[in-house]
């Protein structure tokens, strides 16, 4: 029987390549042991076949950023949701292309909250680039929530959702409200802050029923099922 060895120095010498490209094509996935795939270079080996994918590539691995749709639960955290992303929630239908890798659920970073006690869409980063974007202008990256309301909105309630309320204290600034069908409205708004739809839905004689972020700055969460994800696109800014 083969003494066990580390896949990585198995697939050096048999490719041949040196044992730093070798580790490459591991960690991105393009090395398969017996048919299934093994990212960990350090994974021992003896006899199994060792396969290369016919596309892999050296190039580095990509940051990723996923796109999560977070389920209603009042008590969901960042934590939480996390634990949502995994190989098995990956949507079926995901665009991006783009292979799973361990890799890509270490280190992931939320960004912009949603509001409060709202389901919908929530962003999870590994890219500095993308994490910057979203830290430095999360005050003025529009979003967009729709709002299911119970009541009976008065002659001049719209127009004061769009503009005319206070918040803490303060006046809000300009938004757009506009109804979506006979009980759900639609919010465009920058900087929301926690409490601030149910607070102002409340001030017009509406009850919140449920509310869900579709939005955030120019990418939309569109047919992402409650609690998949899937990859943020090269083309998607946001």
């Given at each position: 029987m083969t003494t066990p060895v580390r896949l990585a120095k198995r697939l050096a010498a048999s490719l041949p390549c040196s044992r730093r490209e070798a580790e490459l094509y591991i960690a991105g996935g393009w090395v398969m042991v017996d048919g299934l795939v093994v990212e960990e270079p350090q994974f021992m080996v003896s006899e199994q076949k060792i396969d290369l994918h016919p596309d892999a590539s050296l190039a580095p691995l990509e940051p990723a950023t996923i796109l999560l749709h977070q389920p209603v639960d009042t008590a969901i955290n960042p934590s939480a949701a996390l634990q949502l992303i995994?190989?098995?929630?990956?949507?079926?239908?995901?665009?991006?292309?783009?292979?799973?890798?361990?890799?890509?659920?270490?280190?992931?970073?939320p960004h912009i909250p949603l509001e409060?006690?709202?389901?919908?869409?929530?962003?999870?980063?590994?890219?500095?680039?993308?994490?910057?974007?979203?830290?430095?202008?999360?005050?003025?990256?529009?979003?967009?929530?729709?709002?299911?309301?119970?009541?009976?909105?008065?002659?001049?309630?719209?127009?004061?959702?769009?503009?005319?309320?206070?918040?803490?204290?303060?006046?809000?600034?300009?938004?757009?409200?506009?109804?979506?069908n006979e009980t759900?409205?639609?919010?465009?708004?920058?900087?929301?802050?926690?409490?601030?739809?149910?607070h102002m839905c409340t001030s017009v004689g509406?009850?919140?029923?449920?509310?869900?972020?579709?939005?955030?700055?120019?990418?939309?969460?569109?047919?992402?099922?409650?609690?998949?994800?899937?990859?943020?696109m090269a083309q998607e800014k946001f």
């Open positions: 995994r190989a098995e929630t990956h949507a079926a239908d995901d665009p991006s292309g783009i292979h799973i890798l361990k890799q890509h659920f270490l280190r992931l970073t409060r006690n709202a389901s919908g869409l929530v962003i999870f980063t590994q890219d500095w680039r993308a994490a910057r974007k979203l830290s430095e202008d999360a005050t003025s990256l529009e979003q967009e929530y729709i709002v299911e309301v119970s009541g009976e909105l008065p002659p001049a309630g719209l127009k004061l959702l769009n503009h005319g309320l206070t918040f803490n204290g303060h006046a809000l600034p300009p938004i757009k409200v506009s109804w979506q759900r409205l639609r919010f465009a708004l920058k900087g929301v802050q926690p409490g601030q739809i149910t509406l009850k919140v029923l449920a509310m869900k972020r579709i939005r955030i700055g120019q990418v939309a969460m569109g047919k992402l099922p409650p609690g998949e994800w899937r990859y943020l």
